[in-house]
């Protein structure tokens, strides 16, 4: 498969991975080695995804149901995880929405969404997977978060706000466990222009905000990288299992980009 198994005998969950970065995560761990439990709020989507991936590798690849920003749900999934698993080293935070529109008329309650699911969501599965790390005192927690977390982001209040709290997050869980032998790191991607995010929602939605067509939306994002190319799957993947590997064991509280150049901070 031309993988080194760099994740060997690693017990994982993988957050919102029934589809698109987190479905490609999740695969890309179980060809390095790794059991996971993927877990969405689409069940029947993340099934499907984990009978593909189990086939594929032959690694121990399972289904959940769970709400990020339920926190009696994650709390349970988690023990469920450890269970099934026969325990937990790997927790990767991926699951996210993004809800983008004009501050002046933005609806209050779609802004709340996305903080609740993005940022909130977010504490609630680290702290729950370092809960059942710290016996350990071995474990790593990866969020995937965005450039938006690093640079403000057009008509894009919600969002940005969300993944620069959860940079705030991620170096403060780092500091508080940094003695138990967690470590805490987050991937700053730039714009998957193939993920069905995009195909599906973002070019409409920016479309409409910004005036342009579609197809001009994509040559506008991909003109702003450096590198002129959209960020791809594999690009975040190499730097996750990067991060999850102990080849990483020094690297704790960083937010690291992977946008072809396009973010520096
Ligand atoms: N696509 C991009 O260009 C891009 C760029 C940078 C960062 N990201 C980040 O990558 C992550 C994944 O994005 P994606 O593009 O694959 O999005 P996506 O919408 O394709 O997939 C997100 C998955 O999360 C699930 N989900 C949503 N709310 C959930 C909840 N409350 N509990 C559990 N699961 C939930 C969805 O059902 C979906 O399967 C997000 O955190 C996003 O912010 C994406």
């Given amino acids: ?17 029934a589809q698109g970065l987190g479905e490609a995560l999740l695969e890309r761990i179980a060809k390095e080695g790794a059991d996971a439990i993927g877990w969405d709020i689409n069940y029947e989507r993340m099934e499907s995804t984990t009978r593909r991936i189990a086939e594929l590798t032959g690694r121990k690849v399972l289904p959940a149901k769970v709400d990020v920003t339920d926190a009696e749900a994650v709390r349970k999934a988690v023990d469920e995880a450890v269970e099934q698993l026969g325990g937990l080293d790997l927790m990767i935070c991926n699951a996210g929405i993004l809800i983008s529109g004009d501050s002046i008329t933005f609806d209050i309650n779609d802004w709340r969404k996305v903080i609740e699911v993005d940022l909130v969501g977010y504490f ?21 978060n965005s450039k938006s977390g690093k640079r403000g982001s057009y008509k894009n209040t919600a969002y940005a706000a969300s993944k620069f709290g959860g ?15 967690i470590r805490v790191n987050a991937v700053c991607p730039g714009n998957l222009l193939d993920s069905p995010l ?22 506008k994002y991909i003109q702003q990288v450096p590198m002129k190319r959209p960020c791809t799957y594999e690009d975040v993947a190499n730097v996750v299992v990067f991060l999850a590997s102990d080849e990483a064991s020094y690297m704790t509280g960083q937010a690291i980009n992977v946008t072809g150049g396009q973010e520096m901070h």
Avoid at 211 to 218: C, N, Q
């Fill in 124 to 144: 609630i599965c680290a702290r729950e997977a370092i809960r059942v790390m710290l016996p350990n005192k071995y474990g790593v927690v990866i969020q995937i």
């Fill in 198 to 219: 995009w195909v599906n929602s973002l070019f409409k939605q920016y479309a409409r905000n910004q005036g342009l067509t579609e197809e001009e939306i994509r040559q």
């Fill in 1 to 17: 498969m031309g993988h080194l198994e760099r994740l060997k005998g690693r017990k994982a969950i993988v957050t919102g991975a």
């Fill in 167 to 181: 940079i705030g997050v991620t170096q403060s869980l780092a500091l508080e466990f940094a003695e138990q032998g």
